[in-house]
Antibody, heavy 118, light 110 residues
Framework: EVLLAESGGGSVQPGGSLRLSCAAS????????MHWVRQAPGKGLVWVSC????????KYADFVKGRFTISRDNAKNTLYLQMNSLRAEDTAVYYC???????????WGQGTLVTVSS | QFVLTQPPSVSAAPGQKVTISCSGS????????VSWYQQLPGTAPKLLIH???KRPSGIPDRFSGSKSGTSATLGIIGLQTGDEANYYC???????????FGGGTKLTVL
């Protein structure tokens, strides 16, 4: 069974940092691009970042470039999102998701809430 | 704010059909595949359609997807009260080199 489980969310002050993790199981993670998608409270889905199966390529939304870093450790089947210089507008539930075909996200984690507030 | 345009809401009666549009541009939708997601309150999104018109295993054929030019459409027939949810389209934007979602459409089954 494919499972994705995020962790690492919490409350942080503006300008602070958090590292999210996404533990994958039930599939060979190196075979897939993996993505982070976020959703602010009561708002829509927003794409954040993605990383190729072997970690060689990464992509970011403009609003996180230079602040967030996506990475993965395939030996541990874990995806990461290092978030620095956090802003209030980064407050959201962050989902990790598997891309099996052209942004066809077939499995999602349960999400982890990040709250940026003073 | 969102680079893919969806109607904020649509509604129809049980048993009827509804379509949800997703409008982009040549750099988004025009030269990329579109996927569609259903999100029930308090849950993670669920993939309904990928690669414009393909249904994953387990998705009923009441759901269909199509794409023409720079627009895509999700169709749902035989509406059920359980279909009440928010629906999102997504694609890759080749000019931004980034993924993009539509703003979402709330479906009400009256």
């Amino acid at each position: 069974e494919v499972l994705l489980a995020e962790s690492g969310g919490g409350s942080v002050q503006p300008g602070g940092s958090l590292r999210l993790s996404c533990a994958a199981s039930g599939f060979t993670s190196s075979d897939y691009w993996m993505h982070w998608v976020r959703q602010a409270p009561g708002k829509g889905l927003v794409w954040v970042s993605c990383i190729e199966g072997d970690g060689s390529r990464t992509k970011y939304a403009d609003f996180v470039k230079g602040r967030f870093t996506i990475s993965r450790d395939n030996a541990k089947n874990t995806l990461y999102l290092q978030m620095n210089s956090l802003r209030a507008e980064d407050t959201a539930v962050y989902y990790c998701t598997r891309d099996f075909s052209n942004l066809g996200f077939d499995y999602w984690g349960q999400g982890t809430l990040v709250t940026v507030s003073s | 704010q969102f680079v893919l345009t969806q109607p904020p809401s649509v509604s129809a009666a049980p048993g009827q059909k509804v379509t949800i549009s997703c409008s982009g541009s040549s750099s988004k939708i025009g030269n990329s595949y579109v996927s569609w997601y259903q999100q029930l309150p308090g849950t993670a999104p669920k993939l309904l359609i990928h690669d414009n018109n393909k249904r994953p295993s387990g998705i009923p054929d009441r759901f269909s997807g199509s794409k023409s030019g720079t627009s895509a459409t999700l169709g749902i027939i035989g509406l059920q009260t359980g279909d009440e949810a928010n629906y999102y389209c997504a694609t890759w934007d080749s000019s931004l080199d980034a993924g993009v979602f539509g703003g979402g459409t709330k479906l009400t089954v009256l």
